[in-house]
């Protein structure tokens, strides 16, 4: 079992930049796939980005492409989005997740373990 816990979520200009951080406990965690997903106001959760356990393998959706960056440190349990050229569209509760099998990383129901989520508002 892992538990999560994100931060560095808040409010930026459209165009600008943040970058979330997911600090993990417990075992294994470099044995997991994690993900960061997002819920904006009368959404569904979407995932955002994935990092299989080695950080061999990214993936992101369309949306974000060239503009986000996941990243891991199995060493010290942490994950992170770099998010630049923010838009108001990107503004949503970002969540921090674990997935042990499989490979589906765009489906929410893919991941095993969540974190409590973090605001981020992107201003116009």
């Known amino acids: 079992q892992v538990q999560l816990v994100e931060s560095g979520g808040g409010l930026v200009p459209a165009g600008g930049s943040l970058r979330l951080a997911c600090a993990g406990s417990?075992?294994?965690?470099?044995?997991?796939?994690m993900g960061w997903l997002r819920q904006a106001p009368g959404k569904e959760r979407e995932a955002v980005a994935a990092?299989?356990?080695?950080?061999?393998?990214?993936y992101y959706r369309d949306s974000v492409k060239g503009r986000f960056t996941i990243s891991r440190d199995n060493a010290n349990k942490m994950v992170y989005l770099q998010m630049s050229s923010l838009k108001p569209e990107d503004t949503a509760v970002y969540y921090c997740a674990a997935a042990l099998h499989g490979s589906s990383w765009s489906k929410v129901n893919y991941y095993d373990y969540w974190g409590q989520g973090t605001q981020v508002t992107v201003s116009t």
């Open positions: 990092i299989t356990w080695s950080g061999s393998n990214t």
């Open positions: 417990g075992r294994n965690f470099g044995d997991y796939t």
